[in-house]
């Protein structure tokens, strides 16, 4: 009887996050308290599931974004940016897209678009163009640009907390289908979107209204002095911390101590700019409450044994380490389409180990496929990663409507194509 109700609690609070219906650390941290309640966990068991290395190193990169953001470090750079695209339609496209990959790599994919999708729809609206495709190439090179790295989205987080790969790990593993996934979506952008994107250096008017566009924009989002000493300490602290990911094995300190210790650094070094109390209100609780409780549902779910059922199951079913991989890249790409891909990530973990405890030899790629699959399936559709519903508002505020079928009709196939890229990637890595 214990074990249904265990698995109607978590299925139900899985059904609540997905429906919107409360708040989804309200429902996590519910679905938690009643596991305790009824006695699936003890207390003592509950806090020894929550993996607090993932949720450190969530809050200590809140911390340092928010800082550096107050900087104005990153505005500034986007109306540089702005600037040297000169109002080319496709050298905004080109710079703004891979800026977009590059900040998402090293800042969560959220901060990233809200510091770059308001100033490409304002560019973009002046020139008299359509931003929409901009705003889709942001939000689908937010999430593959994220999947670079340890701290560039959440599953990867979790991922790395719950395996103990590295920065470095993550990055000598990836790059190769997540250059090749940047390299397919530029060129189908501009199959699909080439009237939108091509030059306009033969259209007088189109140059002189682009020019003017960008003179606003650098009055609209610099206002603020921008001080030296506070940019190059921002600066120097993120290059730190990078450099502190990369060089992990030799420092001999984990990723969220090393993101720890330069938040707090940094801190100290700004406290005279920013008050550390406004950096803490910028933290999401409500993100960290809802990791908690669910690391603690799905430790409930672990000891009815579905998940070690599930692992049995699917390795069962072949001892191949390329079909799994597949299987496990694709049934993790469609479901992070229309489902939250951080509860299903920290679900498909304790499966992943079970597959890994029932066949022999060098099984670590099945992570690399999870990944690929939880991060870059989130492309597909408007509500399959939390930087497509953010992207969706910024843009609803500036009169831009973006359906869910608008913007599905295009990333769908992109998604599916970027999907058979990291099939390829895995096809060759194995063979």
Request: aromatic letters at 12%.
């Amino acid at each position: 009887m214990l074990i249904y109700l265990t698995l109607g609690i978590f299925f139900l609070a899985f059904a609540f996050v997905v429906l919107e219906v409360y708040d989804k650390s309200l429902v996590a941290l519910s679905g938690a308290l009643m596991m305790i309640i009824l006695g699936v966990l003890s207390p003592e068991e509950a806090i020894a599931a929550i993996e607090f290395e993932t949720i450190l190193l969530l809050m200590a990169m809140m911390i340092l974004v928010n800082i550096a953001s107050k900087s104005g470090v990153f505005s500034w750079l986007n109306v540089k940016i702005a600037a040297l695209t000169r109002g080319n339609p496709l050298a905004i496209f080109l710079f703004f897209s891979l800026v977009t990959a590059l900040f998402s790599a090293f800042l969560d994919n959220v901060t990233t678009v809200i510091l770059i999708v308001p100033l490409t729809i304002e560019l973009v609206k002046g020139m008299g163009k359509d931003p929409k495709p901009y705003i889709f190439a942001e939000i689908i090179f937010s999430n593959i640009g994220g999947a670079l790295t340890l701290i560039g989205d959440p599953p990867n987080i979790i991922i790395g907390g719950a395996t103990g790969f590295n920065f470095l790990d993550f990055v000598v593993n990836l790059w190769i289908p997540i250059l090749g996934s940047i390299v397919f979506a530029l060129a189908f952008f501009l199959l699909f979107y080439w009237k939108n994107l091509k030059p306009i250096s033969n259209n007088l008017i189109e140059l002189c209204i682009a020019n003017v566009t960008i003179k606003k924009i650098k009055h609209k989002f610099v206002q603020k002095t921008l001080h030296r000493d506070f940019i190059v300490r921002v600066v120097s602290i993120l290059l730190l911390t990078i450099i502190g990911f990369f060089l992990q094995d030799l420092i001999g300190l984990p990723t969220y101590i090393i993101a720890l210790a330069f938040a707090i650094l940094l801190g100290l070094l700004t406290d005279k700019r920013v008050h550390i109390e406004e950096s803490f209100k910028s933290i999401e609780w409500t993100t960290l409450f809802f990791f908690a409780g669910l690391f603690i549902m799905v430790a409930g779910v672990e000891t009815t044994g579905l998940l070690e059922s599930l692992s049995h199951w699917v390795a069962g079913s072949t001892t191949d380490i390329l079909h799994l991989s597949l299987i496990i890249l694709w049934v993790s790409g469609l479901t992070s389409m229309v489902l939250d891909n951080i509860p299903f990530v920290t679900i498909m973990i304790p499966v992943i180990v079970g597959i890994q405890s029932q066949i022999p030899g060098d099984t670590t790629i099945l992570w690399w496929a999870l990944s690929l699959g939880a991060c870059l399936g989130g492309n597909g559709t408007l509500i399959g990663a939390s930087a497509n519903v953010v992207s969706a508002d910024l843009a609803r505020k500036q009169g831009i409507n973006i359906s869910f079928l608008n913007y599905m009709k295009f990333s769908f196939p992109l998604t599916i194509g970027v999907l058979l890229i990291c099939s390829l990637y895995l096809f060759l890595r194995i063979g």
